[in-house]
């Protein structure tokens, strides 16, 4: 059965050693990348051009995640730029279908957010244009909140409909994983898992990666899918 996946977030690393952050959480699967308009959400991280510095500083896949308003004409960029993973949140995009074949066009792996509110069923039959579904455990703005268990609810029924063949997402979780959820978010079928200042605040951040990755391993009965290359 395949690891599970563990990303680390480097909203919660020293943004004035992003090159040093990233060598810090070697072994990792994805990096993931926050990028925040002060317009979707509430705050401001940063943008395009310090991804294309990021993705010559590190081997490790950019999980870039967008909550920025027009995603429709600002993601594809991330795409072609070299992120492997590009994220558009529901709620933003005007036609996300579209968007989705924009970012496969672009050489990207497709993925959709949705916030903590945002009900799952609306977004279904879009999905399947989707390699990943983020669900958000936090409302997305700012790093350092807790985890919002009832999300898991919207976990369990995507992992109930990849199991049965109806989506091929890989089921991504965002917001408050620790070593205090990540088992339970594991058990609801998570496959990748962001981890903020549970890596980036740890004595170790390469041995935090490994052991949220034991952790989830040891309860997770779901095996993660292989996404499009």
Known sequence: ??????????LSADFARLADEAAAVAGSDWLHVDVMDAH????????????????????????CHLMIEDPDRWAPPYAEAGAHNVTVHAEAARDPRKLAK??????????????PKTPLDDW???????DTLLVMSVEPGFGGQSFMPEVLDKVRTARRLVDTGHLTVLVEIDGGISADTVEQAAEAGVD????????????????????????????????SLTTRE
């Open 1 to 10: 059965m395949p690891a599970p996946l563990i990303a680390p977030s480097i």
């Open 40 to 63: 979707f959400v509430p705050n401001l991280t940063l943008g395009l051009p310090v991804v294309e510095s990021l993705l010559k500083a590190t081997d490790i896949p950019l999980d």
């Open 102 to 115: 924009d970012l496969h066009a672009a050489g990207a792996l497709a993925g959709l957010s949705i916030k």
């Open 124 to 130: 279904i039959e879009v999905l399947a244009d989707y």
């Open 192 to 223: 990748c898992f962001v981890a903020g200042s549970a890596v980036y605040g740890a004595d170790d951040p390469a041995r935090a990666v490994a052991a949220l990755r034991e952790q989830a391993a040891a309860v997770s009965p779901h095996r």
